[in-house]
């Protein structure tokens, strides 16, 4: 059977990006998100489209059968109760996205799109719904899953490449600045096919200089979370 790569949230800013690169290597692509408009307007031609809402599981075992990468690219919500809290999309959201992708016996790579600061708990972020706080539990249940996974935590985003062309890979979440959502679908794409990414967490900014040779050496260079926690 074809691999299936799945992206959550594909027919988001960054989430389209993500399916376009993974189009252009060949891969069998299903965007998965509330809104079949949303998806006509934004979803690049070949992509098949999928209704699924993260905070329903019930939506997610069709959308996700079969997939054999997984890339969760959500936008969180930042209500304090009811359905756009963070705690719904980020953290069940996840769980839910996990559960149905490994229902049919599936063990697909996963890359969960997280953001700088997550483990700050006193940043303003974290009022909105303890936004920050859901999304770094949310990312605890990627990583002690047992699937392989990478999350990737992006600086700022932007449209374009102003903030520079080189890309900066952290790790420990003490980093700031600004990043290319074209260079965080890039760093998404290629890590599910670099085994250096497996097991990783790191922050990714742009800054200014030629754009990076490679990423599987960039990826080569981060330490793995196992590695991080001993
Ligand atoms: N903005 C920043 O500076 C910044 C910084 C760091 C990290 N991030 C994160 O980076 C990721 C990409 O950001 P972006 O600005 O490119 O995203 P975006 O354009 O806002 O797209 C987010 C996607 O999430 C989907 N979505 C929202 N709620 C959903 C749900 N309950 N179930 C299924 N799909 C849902 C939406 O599709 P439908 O509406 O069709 O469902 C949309 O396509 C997000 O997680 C964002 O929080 C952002």
């Known amino acids: 059977m074809e691999n299936l790569a799945v992206v959550v949230g594909g027919a988001g800013r960054t989430g389209r990006l993500i399916v376009r690169r993974l189009l252009e290597q060949g891969e069998r692509v299903r965007a998965v ?3 079949a408009q949303h998806a006509r307007r934004n979803l690049p031609p070949g ?3 999928a209704p699924g809402d993260v905070r329903d599981p019930a939506s997610l075992g069709r959308p996700l059968a079969g997939a054999s990468t997984v890339v969760f690219c959500v936008e969180p919500g930042t209500d304090d109760e009811g359905p756009d809290r ?3 999309t980020m953290f069940l959201g996840v769980a839910n996205v996990l559960e149905a992708a490994t229902a049919g016996g599936e063990r697909p790579h996963v890359v969960l799109v997280s ?3 997550v483990t700050h708990q006193g940043h ?3 009022a909105y719904g303890r936004l920050l706080d859901w999304r770094r539990a949310g990312e605890e249940l990627l990583r002690e899953s047992g699937l392989p996974y990478t999350v ?8 374009d490449r102003s903030a520079g062309h080189r890309v900066r890979l952290e790790q420990g979440d003490r980093g700031f600045g600004q990043v290319s959502r074209p260079d965080v679908a890039d760093a998404c794409v290629h890590a599910l096919r670099c085994p250096e990414a497996r097991g990783v967490t790191f922050e990714i900014f742009n800054e200014p200089g030629p754009a990076s040779a490679s990423w599987e050496s960039a990826f080569g260079s981060l330490e793995q979370d196992r590695a991080l926690v001993a």
């Open 47 to 49: 992509a098949t489209y």
């Open 86 to 88: 963070p705690e719904a």
């Open 115 to 117: 953001q700088l600061h």
């Open 33 to 35: 998100g509330r809104s």
């Open 124 to 126: 303003p972020l974290n």
């Open 152 to 159: 990737v935590r992006p600086g700022w985003l932007l449209d």
